[in-house]
């Protein structure tokens, strides 16, 4: 059964940082795409960022610059550095794959996500 954990989540003040891990369980995911998405109280769930099997990267607009995603494929993890946070990146985060392998970090969305975390919260205080 495929497991995905979620960490690091919590409060900081604005400019500050936090860093999201998520630890893979069940099956590796060497071959496949995983990432972020995060979804704030009366909105929809958006992708964060996201890296594919070949290391390739992609960050929403409202992240680049600030965030960070990394993946250790010898651990099955993958963590997100938050810098520089604002109150808006307020929001439960969640670690996503990708349901089918080798595809691109830039076509990762909700309709192409096979397993979910639990989700995280992250809270950032102005």
């Known amino acids: 059964q495929v497991q995905l954990a979620e960490s690091g989540g919590g409060l900081a003040q604005a400019g500050g940082s936090l860093r999201l891990s998520c630890a893979a369980s069940?099956?590796?995911?060497?071959?496949?795409?995983m990432g972020w998405f995060r979804q704030a109280p009366g909105k929809e769930r958006e992708v964060v960022a996201s890296?594919?099997?070949?290391?390739?990267?992609y960050y929403a607009q409202s992240t680049t610059g600030r965030f960070t995603i990394s993946r250790d494929n010898t651990k099955n993890t993958v963590d997100l550095q938050m810098n520089s946070l604002k109150p808006e990146d307020t929001a439960v985060y969640y670690c996503?794959?990708?349901?089918?392998?080798?595809?691109?970090?830039?076509?990762?969305?909700?309709?192409?996500?096979?397993?979910w975390g639990q989700g995280t919260q992250v809270t950032v205080s102005s």
């Open positions: 996503a794959v990708d349901r089918d392998a080798l595809t691109s970090a830039r076509t990762m969305g909700i309709m192409s996500v096979g397993y």
């Open positions: 069940g099956r590796t995911f060497v071959s496949y795409t």
């Open positions: 890296i594919a099997w070949n290391s390739m990267k």
